[in-house]
């Protein structure tokens, strides 16, 4: 670790500012920290008085470090609060007006604040999820834009919708297995929440989208992604949706399926336009590696 990262995530998250709540919310927890300390040396010359003996430190640690009970998450909100810089909530205590809407897949992998640096703007991303970052629901039988989804766009007022998938994405693995026979079978909840998956698959699948000879992984990525242009499309073709507003697709790659670097969010697709070449050229300057296609 260089001169300029020495500070250790503990310590960052102790001293507070708008990099410490990034810290806190891309789930830098126990581990993570123990590991940055670790490797910026940030434990040595510890003060006794300031720390417990190794192995009551450790035991207290595997019990009370950022688990999913009880302490575990006052813990983790401990550390949230705390870092959060004097302020933040000024101007969107009372109100909101979010500058992005954006719809992802639940999944514990995917970091919908911290991809889009949303903790260092209190206030900018509406963010509803759900499996398989669908944007459409049901309404008396008739298929509609989802609600949480809607009220972001046009009730808080948000200018761009996003629809973010991701590799390796169970719910559209969930939808390929039921396609091709091999589905086991699952709670009610959880068909209803993947049909519409289902159809998208069977589209693709029928369309020749996606090269059904590969690894059943990469297939699986390749669907995540033409899922993402079903949904932008439904949102384009929806009147629902205010003239005007910004659609953008993206992947949120941890595979390594579009490249090297983990979390990115690769564009897909902006406004229905899905050529690589188009959409480099619609890009800032050295944004050009954002942009990927498993389908082109």
Same mark, same amino acid.
């Given at each position: 670790?260089?001169?300029?990262?020495s500070?250790?995530?503990?310590?960052?998250?102790?001293?507070?500012?708008?990099?410490?709540?990034?810290?806190?919310?891309?789930g830098y927890?126990?581990?993570?920290?123990?590991?940055?300390?670790?490797e910026?040396?940030a434990?040595?010359g510890?003060?006794?008085?300031?720390?417990?003996p190794?192995?009551?430190?450790?035991?207290?640690?595997?019990?009370?470090?950022?688990?999913?009970?009880?302490?575990?998450?006052?813990?983790?909100?401990?550390?949230?609060?705390?870092?959060?810089p004097?302020?933040?909530?000024?101007?969107?205590?009372?109100?909101?007006?979010?500058?992005?809407?954006?719809v992802c897949?639940?999944?514990?992998?995917?970091?919908?604040?911290?991809?889009?640096?949303?903790?260092?703007?209190?206030?900018?991303?509406?963010?509803?999820?759900?499996? *398989?970052?669908? @944007?459409?629901?049901? %309404? =008396? $039988? !008739?298929?509609?834009? +989802?609600?949480?989804f809607?009220?972001?766009?046009?009730?808080?007022?948000?200018?761009?919708?996003?629809v973010?998938?991701?590799t390796?994405c169970?719910?559209?693995t969930?939808?390929?297995?039921s396609?091709v026979?091999?589905?086991g079978?699952?709670?009610?909840?959880?068909?209803?929440?993947?049909?519409?998956?289902?159809?998208?698959?069977?589209?693709?699948?029928?369309?020749?989208?996606v090269?059904?000879?590969?690894?059943?992984?990469?297939?699986?990525?390749?669907l995540?992604?033409?899922?993402v242009?079903a949904q932008?499309e439904?949102?384009r073709e929806s009147?629902?949706?205010?003239?005007?507003?910004?659609?953008?697709?993206?992947?949120?790659?941890?595979?390594n399926?579009?490249?090297?670097?983990? *979390?990115?969010? @690769?564009?897909?697709? %902006? =406004? $229905? !336009?899905?050529d690589? +070449?188009?959409?480099?050229?619609?890009?800032?300057?050295?944004?050009?590696?954002?942009?990927g296609?498993?389908?082109?």
């Open positions: 670790m260089s001169d300029d990262t500070m250790s995530r503990r310590t960052a998250l102790k001293t507070g500012g708008a990099g410490a709540a990034m810290l806190g919310i891309l927890g126990a581990g993570g920290v123990a590991a940055a300390d670790a910026s040396g434990d040595e510890r003060e006794d008085s300031e720390s417990k190794e192995a009551e430190a450790e035991s207290a640690g595997d019990e009370f470090a950022f688990g999913g009970d009880l302490p575990g998450l006052l813990e983790r909100n401990g550390l949230w609060s705390g870092a959060l004097e302020g933040y909530f000024e101007g969107v205590r009372t109100s909101q007006s979010p500058a992005v809407v954006s897949c639940s999944d514990s992998r995917v970091s919908q604040e911290g991809m889009f640096a949303a903790p260092l703007d209190a206030g900018f991303l509406f963010k509803p999820s759900n499996i *398989g970052n669908k @944007v459409t629901t049901r %309404v =008396d $039988g !008739e298929r509609a834009v +989802d609600g949480s809607l009220y972001g766009l046009e009730v808080s007022g948000a200018s761009s919708g996003v973010v998938g991701h390796g169970g719910a559209v969930a939808a390929y297995e396609v026979g091999e589905a079978e699952q709670p009610p909840g959880i068909e209803e929440e993947v049909a519409p998956i289902v159809d998208v698959v069977e589209e693709a699948l029928d369309g020749g989208a090269e059904t000879d590969a690894e059943k992984r990469a297939v699986v990525n390749q995540v992604e033409y899922n242009h932008v439904y949102l009147d629902e949706v205010s003239e005007g507003k910004d659609l953008y697709g993206f992947v949120y790659d941890f595979q399926a579009y490249g090297d670097v983990d *979390g990115r969010t @690769v564009l897909v697709n %902006v =406004d $229905g !336009e899905t690589t +070449d188009a959409l480099r050229e619609a890009v800032p300057d050295g944004y050009e590696e954002f942009v296609s498993l389908l082109h």
